[in-house]
């Protein structure tokens, strides 16, 4: 029962003013953002912020990463937005739904352990690959829409005033650090803004003049689709890559928030809880969404450490919407945009580049290549996906070369070759070339103690080479193989011959097949 109902770690020291500022920072911080989003997809305003409150609020109390700030992403948006423009919102909510169940599915299955297959470069070109997305996003501020309807820099006045009102909140985010960390930065710079703009009456681009965050709470309705396979079809294949994009994303952020606040998340639960918001936010008029590595950031930073951030930051996002729309509308989004871009800058692996010079240049590329992924597809699921295979064919090629044969010959006039390397798909051409069938003696050891036999191929490989020693009437042997290597072979019994040496003195700590 302790295991069920023990969500909050109450033996955890919580600062609850730091909790509850961060979590007003980070509210306010979620509203462009979910704004933006939603209209990426093509989708109301009000649906990008609902579903951000109810991400927030069900991964912040079920999630396996306190801290970790959950809302609409441009990820998803991508996912989504033709299905969005060519059959409406309705089949997004289901899709969004469906997506939840795969999620919640994964992690039942315990599958959130395979982010560990994703190499650190991989990480590394991840996190710079979306710090400068981050960054680039922010720069639609300084455009502004001329006469003819078309998108142009800002000139003038109008982009001094801009420049100053984004480089005051830069710097304050950087300097009160310094002075006092009893205040959240980020907050600060966003009220000082806001402050002078509203006392000076500073003319300058506001939330509300993007679109109107009015609403009432979120609604509840079943997805008006028909329940159909013809439905099913059509949305499944938008819910698996939705599912897959948000999982990536929010294990990875998961990941780099361990790593800044130097303690352990659980993967799997976070698949759980992530499938639940998912569902609920299909099911109250929500676009959906993962882990938002930027808010996450702004959040860890702040201070918080515990669930209580991420609740405040959900339910103020909802106050918002429902109490205080007029007044949210009136912030000026030079301050978000200062933030976002000092969120940017801190997301960036800065140290990665120190790394060129020392790291091999197969980690390099995969890191660039990642990044470049990351940069011009905005699809993180690809961009991980194509680092990670990189990343195994380089390390199979590696261990492909590795493999080596000692050879001699004993006083009874038998041959022995001990291996040494895994003999796998990658190493079996040089595994062959290793032996001289024609003219080694009637009797052969092959000794696989510094060696073994990893997958169907290196099983292959030892068949065809007892065929080759057959034809020339010589007994092959083998000699020190651990027990899932005798396990895959016993597996094989069909298709291959093979004498084993058994030896009862030797063991080896392998995984079981």
């Not at 300084?142 to 480089?167: D, H, Q, S, Y």
């Not at 007029?326 to 945009?337: C, G, Q, R, S």
């Amino acid at each position: 029962m302790k295991k069920i109902f023990n969500l909050f770690d109450f033996s955890q020291k919580v600062n609850y003013k730091t909790e509850v500022l961060a979590g007003l920072t980070v509210a306010l911080a979620l509203i462009p953002e979910a704004v933006a989003f939603a209209m990426i997809a093509g989708l109301s305003p009000l649906t990008g912020l609902y579903a951000a409150f109810v991400m927030g609020l069900v991964t912040s109390i079920l999630g396996g990463r306190p801290g970790m700030i959950s809302g609409a992403t441009g990820a998803v948006a991508v996912v989504i937005v033709g299905l969005a423009i060519s059959h409406g919102p309705e089949y997004i909510f289901a899709t969004v739904v469906l997506a939840g169940l795969i999620q919640m599915l994964a992690g039942v299955l315990k599958l959130g352990k395979l982010i560990r297959l994703v190499p650190h470069s991989v990480i590394f070109g991840f996190v710079n690959g979306l710090a400068i997305i981050i960054f680039m996003s922010q720069l639609n501020q300084f455009k502004t829409v001329n006469e003819a309807g078309e998108l142009v820099w800002m000139t003038g006045e109008p982009l001094f005033i801009l420049l100053a009102l984004v480089l005051t909140t830069m710097l304050i985010i950087w300097g009160l650090p310094k002075l006092t960390k009893v205040f959240p930065s980020s907050l600060a710079a966003i009220l000082v803004i806001f402050g002078a703009v509203a006392f000076l009456g500073i003319d300058t681009r506001t939330v509300g003049d993007i679109a109107s965050i009015k609403g009432g709470f979120p609604p509840f309705h079943i997805p008006m689709v028909p329940f159909n396979w013809e439905t099913l079809a059509l949305i499944f294949p938008y819910a698996a890559i939705m599912a897959g994009v948000g999982l990536i994303e929010s294990l990875l952020t998961l990941n780099i928030v361990d790593e800044i606040t130097e303690t352990r998340g659980h993967g799997n639960k976070e698949c759980v809880a992530q499938g639940t918001a998912n569902v609920l936010s299909g099911f109250f008029s929500g676009m959906g969404g993962c882990a938002m590595i930027g808010q996450s950031l702004i959040n860890v930073s702040s201070g918080a450490r515990a669930r209580l951030s991420g609740i405040v930051a959900a339910v103020m996002l909802l106050f918002f919407i429902m109490f205080a729309a007029d007044i949210i509308e009136l912030l000026p989004m030079a301050a978000l945009t200062g933030v976002m871009i000092m969120v940017a800058i801190g997301t960036f692996e800065w140290a990665s580049l120190r790394t060129f010079r020392r790291m091999p240049k197969s980690d390099v590329l995969v890191m660039v290549l990642v990044t470049l992924v990351t940069i011009f597809l905005h699809n993180l699921a690809l961009a991980v996906l194509v680092g990670v295979i990189i990343s195994a064919l380089v390390f199979a090629w590696d261990n492909a070369k590795r493999i080596r044969a000692r050879k001699y010959v004993d006083d009874k006039g038998t041959k022995h070759y001990e291996i040494y390397g895994p003999l796998f798909f990658g190493s079996v051409t040089a595994f062959n070339e290793k032996f001289d069938v024609l003219g080694d003696p009637d009797e052969v050891v092959i000794d696989f103690s510094e060696s073994r036999i990893v997958d169907m191929s290196g099983i292959e490989a030892v068949n065809k080479l007892t065929e080759r020693y057959l034809k020339q009437g010589k007994k092959l042997h083998l000699r020190h193989l651990s027990k899932d290597c005798k396990q895959l072979l016993k597996n094989a019994d069909q298709i291959i011959e093979v004498n084993i040496f058994e030896d009862p003195t030797w063991k080896v700590a392998t995984d079981k097949v």
